[in-house]
């Protein structure tokens, strides 16, 4: 039985293991190159050229701690950040935006502080700076306060069509909180 592409474009470039001209095809994962040979040949190759964390541009005058090589912007899967010149051989990675700590403690563990963090899609969310071990995490932005009703050590800010109103942030009450203002 063999595979059939979705669609099969011709390239003009001999396959490097068996000669045959390379085709582009569709997979799963999206386009690729491969050998028109298939079922005998197997040779593929991904069909960006640029690969994972291909560097933007280099920092003159900042080096490596590690090595002390030129340090690099780097577009990854995740987005950009700095890395060593050297990467293979040295694995120093810095991030550019660091997560914003707030100064509001953790309700469920007590003993650290609340983060704002990035999902991988980009959404913001608030979870303890020692996640391993504290897993808690929430959607909306945390306000300080106590909840009148279950006297929960947070509260969180809610926008709804009435506007900006504070909820209690556990899950078994989410009542609405009246401010004294």
Known sequence: MT????FAARQNE???????????RSGRHGPFLGCSHYPDCEYIRPL?????????KVLEGQYCPKCQATLVLRQGR??????????????????????DETSIAC????????????SRYGKVFHSC???PECQ???NLKPVAGECAYCHYPLLM???????????CASKLCGKAVTTTE
Do not use: S
């Open 136 to 138: 808690f995490a929430l």
């Open 107 to 118: 309700p469920q563990c007590g003993q650290g502080k609340l983060l704002q963090r990035k």
């Open 48 to 56: 960006k050229a640029q690969a994972d964390g291909h560097i933007v």
């Open 3 to 6: 595979k059939t592409a979705i």
């Open 129 to 131: 700076d020692r996640y």
């Open 78 to 99: 995740y987005g950009m950040f700095i890395g060593c010149n050297n990467y293979p051989e040295c694995d120093h990675t810095e991030v550019i935006d660091k997560p």
């Open 157 to 167: 800010e809610k926008r709804t069509a009435k506007g900006i109103i504070l909820c």
């Open 14 to 24: 001999p396959c490097p293991e068996c000669g045959a001209e390379l085709v582009i």
